[in-house]
């Protein structure tokens, strides 16, 4: 199974252009599971609630519907970061969209990053994993900051992820430190979609550190994009071989946890 990460730097405010690349990369990308980074489809820095607002839409609008109608013709999970609004409230999400719409979902960013948390509400869904049979996968989300907590990878992986997906957008560097330490203690894939670019809205330049990476479950860089560049990255993924978490005759990394020892 292929999967792709799209790199790229989105345009604040400008819907109508993002989604325009967004399709042509959905329509021409020839994997069965294709990522965007987080908030793709609007930018990043809003101002306020009110701004945010204007920009914040649900699962199923019309913004997405190409999107849908991509994943349903050409048998496609696409996986969106967007701003999802849910009557007064706004979660920062990433859209999971199936070939088989039933499916669809949105996973809400469980730890709000910086200024994130005066204009986002916290995830109230919890850490989710979608078996989508046609595929025999296991896909589990995260997004962005939420790699600090290395809970959030742990509780996907005990909850059967074969793979994460990770709609970013990373103002540091030193995320790959860890990332690839999620996947091999919890032999996963692990798929981390950042953006490029700078925002300057809120009197700060943001730098968007780019360096997507999709990781083996050993840990490995499978596929890897350059700090500042728009690119598609891809590897193939067995999920099945992440599914077995012994690693000889006599450990196994989920059953050998002593959790009455863990806070
Ligand atoms: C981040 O969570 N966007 C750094």
């Given at each position: 199974m292929k999967i792709s990460v799209v790199q790229f730097c989105p345009i604040f405010g400008d819907i109508e252009s993002n989604k325009k690349k967004m399709i042509q990369y959905a329509q021409n990308i020839d994997s069965s599971i294709i990522i965007f980074p987080e908030l793709a489809l609007t930018g990043y820095d809003f101002k306020n609630k009110e701004e945010l607002s204007q920009y914040a839409f649900d699962i199923n609008s019309e913004i997405l519907s190409e999107f849908r109608d991509i994943a349903n013709n050409s048998d496609k999970i696409i996986v969106i970061g967007f701003p999802e609004k849910e009557g007064n409230n706004y979660f920062n999400s990433a859209a999971l969209i199936?070939?088989?719409?039933?499916?669809n979902t949105t996973y809400r960013k469980t730890h709000l990053f910086y200024r994130e948390r005066f204009i986002f509400a916290e995830n109230n869904k919890g850490f989710f994993v979608v078996h989508y049979p046609d595929f025999d996968l296991n896909l589990g989300t995260m997004i962005c900051y939420?790699?600090?907590?290395?809970e959030a990878a742990r509780t996907l992986a005990l909850k059967g992820a074969d793979i994460i997906a990770c709609p970013s957008n990373l103002v540091?560097?030193?995320w790959d430190i860890s990332m690839p330490s999620r996947a091999l203690e919890n032999k996963i894939y692990l798929a981390v979609a950042n953006r490029t670019g700078t925002e300057n809205r809120n009197g700060e330049n943001l730098i968007f550190n780019g360096s997507s990476k999709i990781y083996s479950y050993n840990g490995t860089i499978l596929s890897q994009a350059n700090y500042d560049n728009e690119i598609v990255i891809s590897a193939d993924i067995e999920?099945?071989?992440?599914?077995?978490?012994?690693?000889?005759?006599f450990n196994n990394i989920f059953t050998d946890r002593r959790i009455q020892f863990y806070l």
């Open positions: 199936f070939p088989d719409e039933k499916f939420d790699w600090r907590f290395p540091t560097t030193v999920p099945k071989q992440t599914r077995n978490k012994s690693f000889n005759e």
